[in-house]
């Protein structure tokens, strides 16, 4: 969804519900579930504060097993005008690190939705906190079924280096 900047209320521009949006994501198989946003300008900063709720499929790190990960996250971003001419390279501030840009009077709230919901994905995907993973020795989902595979032992090309890390703690 793309809003023209210049023909924001003074009132600001209230989003809600999922369909206001349409589909902001490039994967279809992401789907937003909530979605309640406030759109104010304050000269030519705009501000975005609100809260989104989205439903991703993902693969869990340690059994390779889809779930879906339901994210909700809150939104307080700062877009000021993109700087015309070429920019200098110079340090953000504090306060500066929650601002993005907008061009040519426009803002992309779809990039906006798809940015924070991405943000929210956790680094390691679990399908649960408890997950035992695969089995190293038969690649079998010990979530699944009890695996009677023996402990894998130490692999003896690793040997010479165990002797040189002992001898260098001693």
């Known amino acids: 969804m793309i809003v023209r900047v210049s023909e924001i209320p003074d009132e600001g521009l209230r989003i809600e519900g999922p369909d206001s949006l349409g589909q902001p994501f490039a994967d279809p198989a992401w789907t937003l579930s909530d979605v309640d946003l406030l759109v104010e300008r304050e000269g030519d900063a705009v501000f975005v504060r609100g809260r989104l709720g989205a439903r991703v499929p993902q693969v869990c790190g340690r059994c390779l097993e889809p779930f879906v990960t339901v994210v909700a996250p809150e939104v307080e971003t700062r877009f000021l005008p993109a700087p015309s001419g070429r920019a200098e390279e110079r340090e953000l501030g504090s306060d500066e690190l929650e601002t993005d840009v907008y061009q040519n009077d426009q803002l992309d709230l ?26 190293p020795v038969c690649g079998g989902n010990r979530n699944a079924t009890a695996c009677g595979c023996p402990e894998r032992g130490t692999d003896a090309r690793w040997a010479p280096l165990k002797g040189l890390a002992d001898r260098l703690t001693r």
């Open 110 to 135: 779809g990039a906006l939705v798809e940015t924070e919901t991405s943000l929210a994905l956790p680094m390691k995907p679990l399908c649960r906190e408890d997950c035992r993973g695969l089995c």
